[in-house]
């Protein structure tokens, strides 16, 4: 399957119109655990979101391209109409969006590990034992005082994320290239140095930065009885993404729980809302209270992919009910169109991310009925929506939701 | 979805086969008009669609892209397998192909829409009280007598089309630009004057030409009770368009009541068979009495989306019905393959063309069977063709005329 950029189109095209809603339970797809059994969304009791199936469209998603099992960052960022094979970000970029760092066009971040080393630097446990985030907090403070200002010219923040995880911004001019990370992935090897792949004089310079700045990083916690080293994975700029507000036209906010999702959400350009609790309900309780203030409303609901990670297929199932739950109190706010989806499917069966295809389910008023009756696997195969590429589901939202202009006379 | 283009394959493949009738309700694809109700499609009675739903294939056909609300002159574009978003037509070249005007490959064509001003200039009605079609026709030949000759070095040519509607051409060398439009598409406005958004000195030149002809035109009507002021849009050159006969084979002819459609299928090289009559069964008398001529037949019934358009479901499915009418007509003739789409959808629940997949049909004596019995958006939901793009069905019908060679080996 080829993939279009819609983005001009959405340009040309937006109008003023109803309230958008994506509602994305990550890994929302899965897979019977037995031949013959039924996936996770279809055991689930899911009476709203089956009367919303019935009232309106669904169809099956492909996040990335056929075959292909998305990260979560590509899978968000498709899901925003953003082709991830065209607009490819680092993960450091990612992280640091995430903890709602302000990063600059030119910094550049990287996603750090800490790490548990032997005598002779070899590494014992890539994720220091899972160190707590009080020791994570404490860890990224001691390097900001030590390193903040180790490369002449450049401003150095460390900035502290969970558990084992931090994110290093490095700030000024010249910065840029490809670069490789110093994580070998597997313990009981020693880490690497960066090195720049893009062989430009920015690239090369930057690969010595980066390797001082580890040097000296890792002198300073070497110490440290668990997090005695340190690893950066993912190091990147900012791509700089047209703006989610000005190709739709749509005032955006994002409602999530984990900074990662927030992070791809600012990327884009959306806002993000703060509210306090983790469970679906709190998110409602946040759209509901800021449900004039914006056009379009992302709602990320974490735990769906958790659970199947863990291999939780009975949790994974609750926490799909604990959302249906909540779809009555959307409706009421008589939105244009909500979209339900996945990022991309997590079948507890794997205990991963997969490449299936996810349902999806497109309610409005506008909306062609399908014949189904409910929202699953099964039923999304027969839908109106067809196989579709996920970024062609913001456009068929605005459609739904009277916000775009005819194309042609 | 990205599209490809099959004409170079289209090109390669063609041979000698069996013929192909395109017959496409305008505006097919509908809604149901409460929650659980049917489509104009589904409510309608249609024993002869169903029985060749049963015997082919069936699926839904995104006009242009996902979300997008198609005009008529793209969304039958793709019908004949050009994607409106490579090849785009101004709606001036439309509108005097649809009346048959001999239109030069350097030839500036507008549309042209009588209107009424007050004293101050401002527009008081768009349409000029929507004057007959008489009245456009004596309107049409006093400015034509009065301009014809009015730009020095050029010819000019004003030719009625219906009601207030007439056409513009402009012939001469060094045409082109890309031309704003008069009308401020409301009243209480003046009208506009042409400006170039090319920044060509084709395009300088075209507008001060087109400023000067509507000011000189303005003035000779400006004494008519209603239609004492025009406006002109649309401004453009034919884009010359690959050849239909030559990237399909086919000896190609429409078969249509109305110009637009008449129009854009001579965009593309059809012939336009002419006949008596409007309803559906002349539409086939046509078809009978040239089948021997041509290989393939667009046929083209425009009263689905007018009836639609004004909200009339029942009228719609009436129409729909009459169609059905005559397929056994069409089937008698022994085709190679019949389709039967629209360009688009227009609920009449929406009293407007919208973004909704369309329900297609594809019946040939090789075509895969689906397991559905009935024509209808549900029941193309389930079909064997998915959801597909609508520039992809002329090669489907013709692999299924036999007119298409094996790829490779």
């Known amino acids: 399957m080829a993939v279009f950029s819609e983005h001009f189109l959405m340009r040309d095209a937006h109008q003023p119109g109803e309230k958008i809603v994506l509602l994305v339970m990550d890994g929302l797809g899965g897979l019977p655990l037995e031949t013959g059994g039924k996936t996770?969304?279809?055991?689930?009791?899911?009476?709203?979101?089956?009367?919303?199936?019935?009232?309106?469209?669904?169809?099956?998603?492909?996040?990335?391209?056929?075959?292909?099992?998305?990260?979560?960052?590509?899978?968000?960022?498709?899901?925003?109409?953003?082709?991830?094979?065209?607009?490819?970000?680092?993960?450091?970029?990612?992280?640091?969006?995430?903890?709602?760092?302000?990063?600059?066009?030119?910094?550049?971040?990287?996603?750090?590990?800490?790490?548990?080393?032997?005598?002779?630097g070899t590494i014992t446990d890539r994720r220091a034992g899972r160190i707590n985030t009080d020791e994570c907090v404490r860890l990224a403070a001691k390097l900001q005082?030590?390193?903040?200002?180790?490369?002449?010219?450049?401003?150095?923040?460390?900035?502290?994320?969970?558990?084992?995880?931090?994110?290093?911004?490095?700030?000024?001019?010249?910065?840029?290239?490809?670069?490789?990370?110093?994580?070998?992935?597997?313990?009981?090897?020693?880490?690497?140095?960066?090195?720049?792949?893009?062989?430009?004089?920015?690239?090369?310079?930057?690969?010595?930065?980066?390797?001082?700045?580890?040097?000296?990083?890792?002198?300073?916690?070497?110490?440290?009885?668990?997090?005695?080293?340190?690893?950066?994975?993912?190091?990147?700029?900012?791509?700089?993404?047209?703006?989610?507000?000005?190709i739709y036209g749509l005032r955006a906010a994002a409602i999530a729980v984990y900074p990662m999702y927030k992070g791809v959400a600012r990327l884009v350009g959306m806002e993000t809302i703060e509210f306090a609790g983790d469970r679906p309900h709190h998110e409602i309780e946040a759209l509901e209270r800021m449900w004039n203030e914006y056009d379009f409303f992302f709602i990320h609901i974490k735990k769906t992919d958790s659970y199947a990670e863990d291999g939780n297929f009975d949790a994974k199932v609750h926490e799909i009910e604990a959302v249906d739950a909540v779809m009555p109190r959307i409706l009421a706010l008589n939105p244009g169109c909500v979209i339900v989806t996945g990022d991309h499917s997590t079948p507890a069966k794997l205990r991963s991310h997969s490449w299936h295809p996810v349902p999806t389910l497109l309610?409005?008023?506008?909306?062609?009925?399908?014949?189904?009756?409910?929202?699953?696997?099964?039923?999304?195969?027969?839908?109106?929506?067809?196989?579709?590429?996920?970024?062609?589901?913001?456009?068929?939202?605005?459609?739904?939701?009277?916000?775009?202009?005819?194309?042609?006379?």
């Not at 399908?370 to 027969?382: I, M, P």
């Not at 913001?394 to 009277?402: E, F, I, N, T, V």
């Open 363 to 409: 309610w409005s008023p506008r909306a062609m009925p399908d014949a189904v009756q409910t929202f699953g696997e099964r039923a999304c195969a027969g839908g109106h929506m067809g196989v579709f590429h996920a970024t062609t589901l913001l456009p068929q939202a605005m459609a739904h939701a009277g916000r775009l202009k005819r194309f042609g006379a």
């Open 145 to 246: 005082a030590a390193t903040g200002a180790s490369l002449p010219g450049y401003e150095v923040f460390v900035r502290p994320v969970e558990e084992h995880r931090f994110v290093l911004v490095i700030r000024g001019a010249g910065l840029g290239g490809d670069l490789s990370e110093t994580d070998p992935l597997v313990t009981g090897k020693k880490p690497m140095l960066v090195e720049d792949q893009s062989g430009t004089a920015e690239g090369a310079h930057s690969a010595a930065l980066v390797n001082r700045w580890v040097e000296g990083a890792r002198a300073v916690i070497a110490d440290e009885l668990k997090a005695n080293s340190l690893n950066l994975r993912g190091l990147a700029k900012d791509p700089g993404l047209p703006s989610f507000g000005e």
């Open 40 to 120: 996770e969304l279809e055991t689930a009791h899911t009476p709203n979101l089956d009367r919303m199936a019935a009232e309106g469209s669904i169809g099956l998603s492909i996040p990335v391209r056929a075959g292909i099992e998305p990260g979560s960052g590509p899978a968000h960022l498709s899901l925003f109409g953003y082709d991830p094979i065209q607009y490819e970000i680092g993960r450091g970029v990612l992280e640091a969006m995430g903890i709602g760092f302000a990063l600059d066009k030119n910094d550049l971040a990287a996603r750090g590990n800490f790490a548990t080393v032997a005598a002779d």
